[in-house]
């Protein structure tokens, strides 16, 4: 149990373009999603928590009009890196937390480059 | 703030040695305490948690972690190492804000098992 996916898994696209990455919680309703950034070989940093239904909390220095969250429904959460440039090309991950109990769920991460 | 240390980024051991990679937490109540393994371009899988009540924590995969409060310490253990446990190992501690709760990640001990 506690499932969560990640779509696509590896993306390339091109500078001044915009792209969507899906989170899924696959067999429970995922109340909270996080949206991680990972830097090669480093640690992970968060971005921002999503409630579903409302608007997401962005950790400061996250820029909210660049990196749109969406938590539309309690299996799926969507991230939107909007005109992309080199310098958002990271590994990020999405982790899902059930409406009860405090464990977050790890998805499998999605490799972004910005070329 | 919380935060979380990892004195060792690599660690190289031999399979079948014994294992303890080091985590020191910062945080001014009782925490709730991770440890996580990513295989290299993977997302995230929890080992053990600590919430409460025996400071011994056994986990999945033979590892073990004991919670020391006069330490502020919650180190990783294994008895003896496989191949396959070769991968990065982070260390977070958990805190229940306003908004969800949120996981603070330790830089990594990247973990390299010799054959």
């Known amino acids: 149990g506690a499932v969560v996916s990640q779509h696509p898994s590896r993306v390339i696209c091109k500078s001044g373009t915009s792209v969507k990455i899906e989170c899924r919680s696959l067999?429970?309703?995922?109340?909270?999603m996080f949206w991680y950034r990972q830097f090669p070989k480093k640690s992970l940093m968060l971005m921002a928590t999503s409630n579903e239904g409302s608007k997401a909390t962005y950790e400061q220095g996250v820029e909210k009009d660049k990196f749109l969250i969406n938590h539309a429904s309690l299996t799926l959460s969507t991230l939107t890196v909007t005109s992309a440039h080199p310098e958002d090309s990271s590994f990020y991950i999405c982790?899902?937390?059930?409406?009860?109990?405090?464990?977050?769920?790890f998805g499998p991460g999605t490799r972004l480059t910005v070329t | 703030a919380q935060s979380v240390t990892q004195p060792d980024i690599h660690i190289t051991v031999s399979e079948g040695a014994s294992l303890e990679l080091r985590c020191n937490y910062s945080?001014?109540?009782?925490?709730?305490l991770f440890w996580y393994v990513q295989s290299p371009g993977q997302g995230l899988q929890l080992l053990l948690k600590y919430f409460s009540g025996d400071t011994l924590v056994q986990g999945i995969k033979g590892f073990e972690a004991e919670f020391k409060r006069s330490q502020s310490s919650f180190n990783l253990r294994k008895p003896s190492v496989h191949w396959s446990d070769a991968a990065e190992y982070f260390c977070a501690v958990g805190t229940v804000t306003g908004g969800g709760n949120k996981l603070t990640f330790g830089t990594g001990t990247q973990l390299k098992v010799e054959l």
């Open positions: 982790s899902a937390r059930a409406e009860v109990g405090y464990e977050q769920y």
């Open positions: 945080y001014g109540a009782t925490p709730y």
């Open positions: 067999d429970f309703q995922a109340t909270t």
